[in-house]
């Protein structure tokens, strides 16, 4: 996979834009997301919390980074371990 591929959700409509990535299995609700819309069940309730369109969402060491594009009910993991919702930077101060 390389920054700027799009993947979808196969078990709701969550679709996100790659922005950064190392290695590991990238997943929404539960399941391997794929590079086609091929949405069949529900997500696993353990990953049901949802993803928001157009916030980025990074793990736990920021080896990887990814763009929500299109919300859904499954929230973001790689290999089992819940993506986090990236902090927006602090401004400059303008005095």
Same mark, same amino acid.
């Given at each position: 996979?390389?920054?700027?591929? =799009? /993947?979808?959700?196969?078990?709701? @409509?969550?679709?996100?834009? /790659?922005?950064?990535?190392?290695?590991?299995?990238?997943?929404?609700?539960?399941?391997?997301?794929?590079?086609? =819309?091929?949405?069949?069940?529900?997500? %696993?309730?353990?990953?049901?919390?949802?993803? /928001?369109?157009?916030?980025?969402?990074? %793990?736990? %060491? @920021?080896?990887?980074? #990814? #763009?929500?594009?299109?919300?859904?009910?499954?929230? /973001?993991?790689? @290999?089992?371990?819940? #993506?986090?919702? =990236?902090?927006?930077?602090? #401004?400059?101060?303008? %005095?």
């Amino acid at each position: 996979m390389k920054p700027g591929s =799009k /993947l979808c959700s196969t078990v709701c @409509d969550t679709e996100v834009m /790659l922005i950064r990535y190392s290695q590991g299995q990238i997943e929404c609700g539960g399941a391997p997301m794929a590079e086609e =819309k091929t949405a069949n069940g529900s997500p %696993d309730p353990a990953f049901s919390a949802g993803s /928001l369109i157009g916030k980025r969402y990074v %793990d736990a %060491d @920021d080896t990887l980074e #990814l #763009l929500c594009v299109k919300a859904g009910a499954g929230s /973001l993991s790689v @290999d089992g371990v819940a #993506l986090q919702l =990236k902090e927006a930077r602090p #401004l400059p101060s303008s %005095d």
